[in-house]
Structure formats: C-alpha cells, structure tokens
C-alpha cells in the first residue's frame, strides 16, 4: 500500500499517537519522523540535541519551563537568550521543509500540520482519547500513579497546545485545525491505523 502524501500527526499525550504514526508508516512503507527530526534539526543547523529538544513542543518562553525542566533553567541562569530558541524552531522548520521535499511520509507533532508547504498534499491528523484512558497508559508506560500520570498529562498537552496555538496561529486540538480528529480509544490502535491508512490513498 503507498500513498503520495505527507501526512502530519498530532496528539495529545497518551492517546497513542506515536504508536499510530510508526504502524502506519509500516503499512503504507514510507518514513516516519518524531524523535528523527530533532536529530535532524541538529545535525543540520549545527545546534547541539540537547538545545533542539529543550525548545521541543515547548511554549515560546523559558519561564513557562523553568520549574520542570532543569535544562531550560541552567540555560536561562546562564544568560542564553531568545535568539537560540528562534534558532531552534527554525531548525524544526527547516527540517519539515526538507524532509517534505524527500517525499510520502509522517511527521509526528512539532506543528509540521502548518509547516508544511504543499498544504494540498497533506493528510492532518489529530489523535485524541478519553483522560480516564491516557491516564491508565501512562501509568503503565512511566510506572506513576495515577495523580501524577494525571499531572504529566497536563502539563505536557498545556505546553504542546501553546507551541502549537504560538507558532501556527491555530488552535491545538481544535477540529477546524485538522482534516480529521480520530479517537483512538474507540477505534484502537489498529483499527486507528487502518482507517487513516484507507484516508491517505485519497
């Protein structure tokens, strides 16, 4: 099965996104990129890992950071300042931009919805589930109880839908935002990959 498209996935966390992305490059044998394009972005901008995934899906100011992630904290105690965050984000950008000119493929988060330049060969997703059910996997996958499995959701999708609403001007999560929002606790994983797999050869 291919598909000419790229298609762009977006998620909240502990839906299952990143799982739906990697089954459905498998079925549709083309590339996917999550974690990848952050390597990507280092590698070609000249910028350490560390610094990219520090501005990774985060909100545009460090302040918002600081108090869970100690990387962000040291920098900003260091006096770096906004002029590498913009260096990161444009690495990000530049690397979509790249990666989308390589062909069919599956970004995973990092706005790459908007980013992307041939908006009319792009498949956006966006990947939800119930709390009660995120909450029951990330309890599971981080081995953390359940108020703090709870919290971790939060604050991550709080700082993925700044980013995203920030940088794209759209609304993170928001149906409008998206060709389909897909449910993934009632589908299932599989059955989540195999509907979008029907979707792309459109």
Not at 157 to 175: I, L, S, V
Request: with cysteine; charged share 30%.
């Amino acid at each position: 099965m291919k598909t000419e498209r790229i298609i762009t996935i977006g998620r909240q966390f502990g839906s299952g996104g990143r799982e739906v992305g990697i089954k459905l490059a498998e079925k549709l044998e083309i590339p996917v990129y999550d974690k990848e394009l952050l390597e990507r972005a280092a590698r070609e901008s000249g910028l350490s890992e560390a610094v990219i995934k520090t501005y990774d899906e985060k909100p545009r100011s460090l302040l918002f950071t600081a108090a869970t992630d100690p990387y962000a904290f040291g920098m900003m105690s260091a006096g770096i300042d906004e002029s590498v965050e913009n260096r990161a984000i444009n690495a990000s950008m530049k690397a979509i931009w790249k990666i989308e000119k390589e062909g069919p493929c599956i970004i995973i988060g990092r706005g790459a919805d908007y980013f992307v330049k041939n908006q009319e060969n792009c498949l956006k997703v966006f990947i939800y589930a119930p709390m009660e059910d995120r909450i029951r996997t990330i309890m599971e996958r981080e081995n953390l109880p359940e108020d703090k499995a709870k919290k971790l959701i939060t604050q991550t999708d709080k700082k993925r839908a700044a980013y995203y609403n920030f940088y794209t001007m759209k609304q993170w999560g928001a149906m409008e935002s998206y060709d389909v929002c897909i449910n993934s606790s009632y589908h299932g994983i599989d059955g989540t990959v195999d509907i979008l797999a029907q979707m792309a050869m459109y």
